[in-house]
């Protein structure tokens, strides 16, 4: 078994099939990022661990994704989190970046550390 | 002999001399963060590295950007139809310009202008125009406007960095003064010149994240030592005991002969021979013997510890044949085989244990390239 397989957070490049495993949510936004650059792709998510997304927030909006996860995090929520949980409700790690943009450009998001995310 | 970490041993510099017991780079410039931090300076900053395919920015304002260690240029086709590359940072307050774009999905633009306060460039980096405030002191009580300076278009012109081409390849140089690149691609850029690369276009792009420190594929791409063992497939139709490792200046070779052969028709090289050729630092240009085309990796460090491999081919089309497709299907197996070594490798390196690995007698290539590392960090 390679780390890619044991990882708590893969997501994947449909374009390309390329793979990434990580330990800590964010670190999938770094390869999101790296891979858009040379790419172009987007990325979608593969696998979560569970702990880490409360399932109740299935079918509601963005915000209120933010607000509810925001509720076990003490100084935001990690923006890949987010990114994860629109990813069960069938959103590419773009598409929630992009309305994620419109929300902080609106005033109702924003971002207590780097890549950390609030909503009110 | 192999120098442990065992309290005893002491690492020493990369001998000139390959039978010497002291002739691989000490491990520590493998895993160590300050050595990255070190190599975006002597390496990255002082030689030339590949940016990208001309082929991909046809017509003028044609551009990409790509990002080397922290920097960042733009990369475009300027007026005359020639290549140049600028740092993407506005000459006003150091602003970045545009967006990211890749290579495979290149932008176009008329002029280049900057989001910020809208200061405006031609394509030659020049600057054409400044809003109405920067010729007015209309907000500034102490200053009547006849005493605004106008911008001298030429002092405020983007940065631009120097550019070399091996036919359709383009190579950028962040130093002042560079070396020149006749220098470092020596006999590779003669070799490849006299191929129509440039007919080719580019048909696919594969990035993949490795987790070890870009020497070590590097390393692994300059010899084939370890592909009876791990490289079933590619190997069958190769006749690995007619191989030959060539070294250079700044450039290994590896020539392999194959037994198959594609359509006398569609080849752009030899027969029976395919070459690979690694260019210091991070380049390498892969001419297949089996296909109508070639491939070219760039070896891009993400810290000391995680690369990208940037691996793009080119063919007839863009648009890839069933082959064309096949082969390079084949050509991400080999890879993936590769990352399984040199991940696994790595792992080892991590461990601390091992201070100053051996090569073999074979390994001349890897001793060049280890060799040309340490030259660059005494430089
Ligand atoms: S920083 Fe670019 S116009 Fe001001
Ligand atoms: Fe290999």
């Known amino acids: 078994m390679t780390d890619r397989e044991r990882a708590s957070f893969t997501a994947i490049c449909p374009d390309c099939n390329e793979r990434k495993g990580t330990e800590t949510p964010n670190e999938i936004l770094g390869f999101y990022r790296r891979h858009r650059n040379l790419t172009g792709h987007d990325i979608e998510w593969e696998f979560v661990d569970h702990e880490s997304i409360p399932t109740s927030a299935a079918n509601e909006g963005l915000k209120a994704i933010v607000l509810e996860l925001d509720e076990t995090f003490d100084n935001g929520v990690p923006l890949a989190l987010v990114t994860a949980a629109m990813g069960e409700q069938g959103y590419s790690i773009g598409e929630t970046m992009a309305e994620l943009r419109e929300l902080r450009m609106t005033g109702h998001v924003w971002e207590p550390k780097d890549d950390h995310v609030s909503a009110f | ?379």
């Not at chain 2, 594969?206 to 497939?233: I, L, M, R």
């Not at chain 2, 490798?345 to 100053?356: D, I, P, R, T, V």
């Open chain 2, 1 to 379: 002999m192999t120098r442990w970490n065992d309290g005893t041993d002491r690492v020493e510099a990369v001998s000139p001399d390959i039978t010497d017991e002291t002739n691989a780079l000490p491990a520590e410039y493998f895993t160590d963060p300050n050595a990255y931090e070190m190599e975006k300076e002597k390496i990255f900053s002082r030689y030339w590295v590949y940016a990208g395919h001309a082929n991909c920015i046809p017509e003028t304002g044609d551009f990409f950007t790509r990002t080397v260690g922290d920097k960042q240029i733009i990369v475009l086709r300027d007026n005359e139809n020639d290549v140049r590359a600028f740092y993407n940072v506005c000459a006003h307050r150091g602003s970045k310009i545009v967006e990211d774009t890749p290579m495979t999905e290149p932008g176009s633009m008329s002029r280049i202008q900057c989001p910020y306060h809208l200061w405006t460039y031609d394509l030659d980096g020049d600057l054409s125009t400044t809003p109405k405030s920067f010729e007015e002191a209309s907000l500034n009580p102490d200053l009547a406007d006849e005493e605004v300076a106008k911008l001298d278009d030429d002092g405020n012109s983007l940065l631009e960095v120097s550019t070399d081409r091996i036919g359709p390849l383009v190579f950028v140089n962040f130093d002042t003064d560079p070396m020149p690149f006749e220098e470092q691609a020596g006999k590779m850029a003669t070799e490849l010149e006299s191929l129509p690369l440039g007919d080719y276009q580019h048909a696919a792009r594969f990035v993949s994240e490795v987790e070890c420190n870009w020497k070590t594929f590097g390393g692994n791409y300059s010899e084939c030592d370890h592909c009876q063992a791990n490289h079933q497939d590619w190997i069958e139709g190769i006749q690995l005991d007619e191989s030959e490792l060539e070294v250079n200046d700044y450039h290994w070779v590896l020539h392999y002969t194959h037994e198959e052969d594609v359509d006398d028709e569609l080849r752009i090289h030899d027969e029976h021979e395919a070459k690979f050729y690694y260019l210091w630092p991070n380049f390498t240009v892969n001419m297949y013997g089996t296909a109508d085309g070639y491939g070219t990796y760039i070896i891009d460090p993400i810290d000391e510890s995680r690369f990208q491999l940037i691996a793009d081919y080119f063919f007839e089309t863009s648009e890839m044949t069933r082959e064309e497709l096949e082969f390079v299907r084949t050509s991400r197996q080999l890879q993936e085989e590769d990352f399984e070594l040199v991940e696994r490798q790595y792992e080892g390196l991590k461990s601390g244990a091992l201070a100053q690995a051996q090569l073999g007698p074979n390994e001349h290539t890897l001793h060049k390239f280890h060799r040309l590392a340490q030259e660059a960090y005494n430089a």
